[in-house]
């Protein structure tokens, strides 16, 4: 609803029609829409952030006015929903700036930088709990590009095309909305795949709906283009065959579109990265073996099933790729080796580990010495309904 409501202020109802649709029907979009996490929340804070910037941006009459401010109220409430809708105070730093330059108001320019630049640091010692952490934060950097490469190539060209289509019409009648989408979408996608993990393409969900919104403008625009070049009373509906046909046939062949009800929608659909055994069931099994027990250990290979699951625990993160002591998301320990390991397993009475029945952070020598020398407790298997993207995990 946000989506179409949107594109149709912004441009017109057959593009507000075609953006509502890919929000409506994708797969990825169900897929997310059925998992208890925060992701739509964020494509949904993020579409209204960018259409209120919009009306920010061409406000003549004032500088900052109640559009910057409802964009900002907007990005508090999606940080809090995770951290990564920091993303959307980028993106007003990027408006004011512009805006600032446009209308030649240094004293606005310079007290914008040093405001975002305060809201940033907060924002990031909040997340990352103290200075150390947040310098850590700050330069760690992911080159690895092949997997968004893979991702966005092979399954969602043919809606970058779209987009770019659309990037180009509205260049033409209107470069501050054209500025405004283009740069919110590689804000995101850059901080996605540089900053945050370029293993995991969920994180660059929240420039979705934008380029649904471009999509929809690109088809627009093609199909009044194209029609100019048939000599028909019909030439409106056969462009508009033509395009829809020449940008859909693939998403509805690769099952990218979904028009028929699924029982589950999976969200490993494009890329095979987010693992799903029962983590409730699991978890609901490790608190009563813990139960009662003093200096207990948990042990994981993953930072945030911990305060999710066993909130207060005391745990430590196997991470053999973190050159850090301290993780400088959640602040616990962060061991590399089986040596460490054996360390830290003398410190407590008893303990718990995870471990993941797939390439994970773990070192292989480790993720032997585990399975040969602890007791094994039980094995967790994949979520109801996942049965075709199996997924394990065993305890000990």
Known sequence: IAVYICTKKLFEKNAALIAAFLAGF????????????????????????????????????????????????????????????????????FCIVYKAIQQKKRKYLLGSFFFLLIIFVTTL??????????????????????????????????????????????????????????????IIFFLAIFKISSQYVRYSLPAFPIMYILFGNGLVSLISKVKTYIPSKLSTPIASILIL??????????????????????????????????????????????????????????????????????????????????????????IRTTRAFKNEKKRYASGIVLVENWESLAPLDLKHYIEKNLRHEFDQETVLGNEKDPWSISIY
């Open 245 to 334: 046909g020449f940008f859909f046939i693939f998403p509805l062949y690769k099952g990218k579109i979904v028009l028929v009800p699924q029982k589950y929608y999976s969200i490993n659909a494009d890329m095979r990265e987010n693992p799903l055994p029962n983590y409730k069931s699991a978890f609901e099994k490790i608190s009563t073996l813990i139960k009662d027990k003093d200096n207990v250990i948990f042990i994981d290979t993953w930072n945030d099933r911990a305060p999710w699951y066993l909130p207060g625990q005391e745990y430590i993160f196997i991470n053999n790729y973190n050159r850090a002591d301290i993780d400088p998301v959640y602040g616990e320990k962060v």
């Open 26 to 93: 994708l797969q990825i979009q169900l897929a997310w829409s059925t998992q208890l996490r925060p992701y739509i929340w964020l494509q949904f804070f993020t579409v209204l952030i960018v259409y209120f910037l919009y009306k920010f941006l061409i406000n003549n009459k004032k500088f900052i006015d109640k559009n910057v401010v409802t964009a900002g109220m907007f990005s508090v409430l999606a940080i809090l929903f995770h951290a990564i809708g920091i993303m959307n105070i980028f993106i007003i730093g």
């Open 125 to 186: 010692l909040f997340a990352s709990f103290n200075f150390q952490n947040l310098i850590q934060i700050v330069k760690i950097f992911n080159f690895d590009i092949l997997h968004y490469r893979i991702y966005l190539t092979h399954h969602y060209l043919w809606l970058l095309i779209g987009a770019g289509v659309g990037v180009y019409a509205i260049w033409k009648k209107n470069k501050p909305l054209a500025y405004l989408f283009s740069f919110s979408i590689s």
